[in-house]
């Protein structure tokens, strides 16, 4: 990996001395069959031909074009022949003598991928076809053509791709004459407008493709047509919902042409759904792919609809906020993520069905925020992104969450209408360009007459969360003399808050808020006059709305409130705020563990909203694995595991919320009689009323069983027989290495850390089998195992790889004192070491630091 790295500083150079006219790419991809070679004798590579047409703005000057690849045929700069071993050193080309005018052509035999990164090879192991596609983020291109990899660099881009002739070819712009070229497998692209090499994009393969068509009526009477495509594996087409794709995007397009005034400028839409994908999906103008995951194989609840509208909405806000206007150098990543973060829950919620996006908004996204932000390796907004390593892990909660959730703050701070004519301006006034940080602060500062330099010191230039607490006093009559809300943090930031006031109003109405009042926070201590003179409430609610980015904390009369009538509040928004401050108490060793765990057992079965209660389930679990006491555990696992199956049986029957309860019955089933019931809903003789247990549900169902050694490798291949699919064998894979033996883990840590044979799914579902929390002693000797590798592991593997394992193997169920003081230990050791693997062991060491601390507060109790 040192070797493919990129610093900023040598991205600004070659910025200021290029300027790229275009690209001309030619790929052979019919080496992907077996026995059709393409060009070369090696099923693992596919040529590419690339030509660049670029100018220097002093002759003479010397530069270099990025290319991983293992080989080069040759390369022409001007006409010249330059020896590919001399210029070529693995993933650079040097250019020395440069012209003001260049043409550079570069012959190379690439690689096909099976990491999700570059051009990635996938086969189906249902029928044996063959599917690609790429995923360039950060700085993938250039290992399917060569090209200058900084997002800075943007250019127009023609390709032709050769492909098997049963294939169908797609990319950022629409085939040429898709009849000719289905028929002679040669497929010529129209040359896109200028975009950076990361969003550039090729999918092939017998896809299944589903079409539809998008008009509107554009202000000059003219009518914009956007043909719509999806696809997905033949595998999958039986459960593909294209139809509850395209009113998505429909719905999409209308909303952010309403606000942004400003045409989709790429032409077609097509959306890409495909396997072993790395992340939820990207991208790329005219041809945006995702994870195959959001096609559903059995039954899921609304929230997973809403969490995949959700991501197509964030990905057309990119056609805008990143593709139509992209940042210069990865220091400003947050100008693209941020935003669509933002605009996916903005769009969601005024535009489909899903109006109550906010909620999972402030529940989910915003939990990923808080904890990234107390993190060591927090970091601004607008981060310090000194090379490509540091890229790819900034590619976090805090770009992502906290920046959407410091649009939020903005927005109710500027204004909607002045928020969005500041986009406005931004996208006319910077089309096809690049921009840093300053330039959308000047138009917002155009459009809003507010300060913005001051508000991007506060909330963008700096990193840490402020915890805002009220703090009343009551006079003879009990009503409020003064309320304040007391600010903590390194940096005391503005923030518009919503104060609410509740108080129980009997079992039927419940906690209802009677009093609010909207405030500008600003320093340790903010009076809320509006509300002196009110009656004393039951339940003090700072943040109520979830206007503004902090922790939420409570009196001790609000707590009291909450741990007897939390089910009883009537508002789901305030509901949900509650529940993830009570979280965050827990986290921060605040509020004993089992408290929230019995807060779960009473009120979560009461819980209207299901994705509140999906996240519940999330943070339960981790609470009993990691924050309990170890001498509790056993107690509280029992008791989540018989407050899960009772709440399954009170759940109405084939709804959402007995089929979230079912899925955490069998993450928490360890008794002899929860296991037999998880033996008997899989065999068809026990029964419960109105639960289907379609494929995905059987492996949810068969984990655990194999995990406590009840079910065991003839009982997986069985199950596999019944789904001998893709799916089906990375369920296969995590099953197995879930067994509760010595050789099971020893297979999986060779697979994972000694060779490179696994795809990157499966290394993943080897990742997710490996650690059980039932299975401590089993996996205590990997600890120091884990120091030994993970060095080597991150320079051999790929950056994607080596953070899947880096992570996924760190020993956080080894919670003793002697796993911090090993880490301690290889950190104190490792100063030289890559800072971004450097980054990933010491938050690591971060959350096993603060599961100690928690394990140590719950068992005060």
């Known amino acids: 990996m040192p070797g493919e790295n990129l610093s900023r500083d040598e991205a600004r150079q070659r910025a200021e001395l290029l300027s790229v006219d275009g690209y001309e790419v030619s790929l052979d991809l019919r080496s992907a069959v077996d026995g059709q070679s393409g060009g070369t004798a090696d099923p693992h590579t596919f040529r590419s031909v690339t030509t660049i047409r670029f100018r220097s703005t002093q002759a003479g000057a010397s530069t270099f074009v990025d290319l991983i690849a ?22 650079r080309i040097a250019l020395e003598s440069l012209a003001r005018e260049n043409v550079l052509v570069v012959d190379a035999q690439c690689a096909y991928s099976r990491t999700g990164e570059g051009l990635h090879r996938f086969v189906d192991p249902e029928d044996g076809e063959v599917y690609l596609y790429t995923q360039y983020e950060p700085a993938d291109a250039r290992r399917v053509f060569a090209n200058f990899e900084q997002p800075d660099l943007k250019a127009p881009y023609q390709l032709e791709v050769t ?144 969490r995949r509208a959700n991501t197509i909405l964030h990905e057309m806000a990119h056609m805008w906020f990143g593709d139509l206007v ?83 703050q903005l927005v109710a701070y500027a204004g909607e209408e002045a928020f969005l004519e500041g986009a406005r301006r931004y996208f006319k006034r910077h089309a096809y360009g690049n921009t840093r940080l300053a330039d959308l602060l000047s138009v917002l500062e155009e459009t809003s007459g507010r300060d913005m330099a001051a508000w991007s010191r506060s909330w963008l230039e700096t990193s840490g969360v402020n915890a805002l607490t009220p703090v009343a006093t009551y006079d003879a009559a009990d009503r409020i003399t003064e309320l304040a809300i007391l600010q903590d943090g390194d940096v005391l930031r503005p923030h518009r808050v919503a104060v609410g006031l509740y108080r129980y109003e009997g079992a039927e109405t419940g906690l209802v808020r ?14 809320v006059t509006e509300l002196a003179g009110t009656d004393r409430p039951d339940l003090v609610l700072v943040n109520d709305d979830d206007l503004t980015y902090c922790k939420i904390r409570f009196d001790e009369g609000s707590l009291e409130t909450l741990r007897a009538h939390l089910g009883d509040i009537a508002d789901p928004m305030a509901r949900a705020l509650c529940w993830s401050a009570l979280w965050s108490l827990t986290r921060d060793a605040l509020v004993p563990t089992r408290d929230f765990v019995d807060l779960v057992l009473r009120f979560a079965g009461r819980e209207s909203d299901i994705g509140v209660l999906q996240m519940l389930h999330t943070w339960t679990h981790t609470a009993l694995v990691h924050y309990a006491a170890p001498e509790w555990r056993e107690e509280g696992g029992r008791l989540l595991a018989e407050g899960a199956l009772r709440e399954l049986r009170l759940a109405e029957p084939g ?18 009689a929860d296991l037999q019931l998880l033996e008997g809903l899989l065999a068809g003789t026990a029964r419960i009323d109105g639960l289907d247990v379609d494929q995905e549900m059987r492996w949810a169902f068969l984990e655990p069983l194999v995990a406590e050694g009840v079910a065991d490798e003839s009982g997986i291949a069985a199950e596999l027989a019944r789904d001998d699919t893709a799916s089906g064998k990375r369920h296969e894979v995590r099953c197995l290495t879930a067994r509760p033996s010595a050789e099971a883990k020893a297979t999986a840590w060779e697979q994972m850390v000694e060779s490179d044979t696994l795809s990157n799914a499966l290394v993943i579902a080897t990742i997710s089998g490996f650690a059980q929390a039932g299975q401590r002693e089993l996996l205590a000797p ?62 690591a060491r971060d959350d096993l630091a603060r599961a100690a601390r928690a394990q140590a507060r719950d068992a005060t109790v």
């Open 326 to 408: 992209t940042m210069v150098w990865w220091d400003d990543l947050w100008l693209k993520e941020s935003f669509a973060d933002f605009m996916g829950s903005y769009a969601i919620v005024g535009a489909t069905r899903f109006t109550d996006g906010w909620i999972t908004f402030a529940n989910n996204r915003k939990a990923w925020a808080y904890r990234a932000d107390q993190l060591p390796s927090t970091h601004p907004v607008t981060a310090d992104i000194r090379d490509l390593e540091d890229a790819k892990l900034n590619f976090d909660g805090i770009t992502y969450a906290k920046g959407a959730s410091v649009l939020k």
């Open 782 to 843: 990997y600890t120091t195992k884990y120091f030994e590798v993970i060095e080597r592991v991150w320079q051999e593997r790929s950056i994607q790889i080596g953070m899947d394992v880096v992570r996924g193997l760190f020993p956080s169920l080894q919670d003793a004192e002697g796993t911090l003081a090993a880490t301690d230990a290889w950190v104190a050791a490792h100063e030289d070491a890559p800072a971004a693997l450097r980054r990933l062991v010491l938050e």
């Open 655 to 672: 709804s959402q919320h007995q089929l979230t309860w079912a899925r955490f019955f069998a993450a928490t089933a360890r008794s002899a």
């Open 70 to 91: 293992p080989s080069v045929t040759s390369v022409t700069l001007n006409g010249s022949a330059l020896d590919p071993s001399a210029v070529f050193d693995g993933s």
């Open 163 to 306: 492909a098997p002739e049963s294939w169908t070819v797609w990319s950022n712009s629409a085939a040429e004459d898709p009849s000719t070229s289905a028929k002679d497998g040669v497929w010529r692209f129209a040359a896109t407008k200028p975009i950076s090499t990361y969003i550039t994009a090729v999918v092939a393969g017998p896809y299944h493709y589903e079409t539809d068509l998008y008009t509107r009526a554009l202000p000059d009477g003219t009518v914009l047509e956007i043909p719509l495509g999806a696809m997905c594996r033949k595998g999958l087409a039986r459960h593909f919902d294209a139809d509850d794709i395209f009113l998505i995007t429909k719905q999409g397009l209308d909303f952010f042409h309403d606000r942004f005034d400003y045409p989709y400028p790429f032409g077609k839409y097509d959306q890409a759904f495909v396997p072993e994908y790395n992340i939820g999906a990207m991208e790329n103008p005219g041809c945006v792919t995702f994870r195959e995951e959001y096609i559903f194989r059995g039954q899921v609840t609304r929230s997973s609809y809403e």
């Open 514 to 527: 009677y009093a609010r009042a909207e405030v500008d926070v600003t320093g340790a201590r903010t009076v």
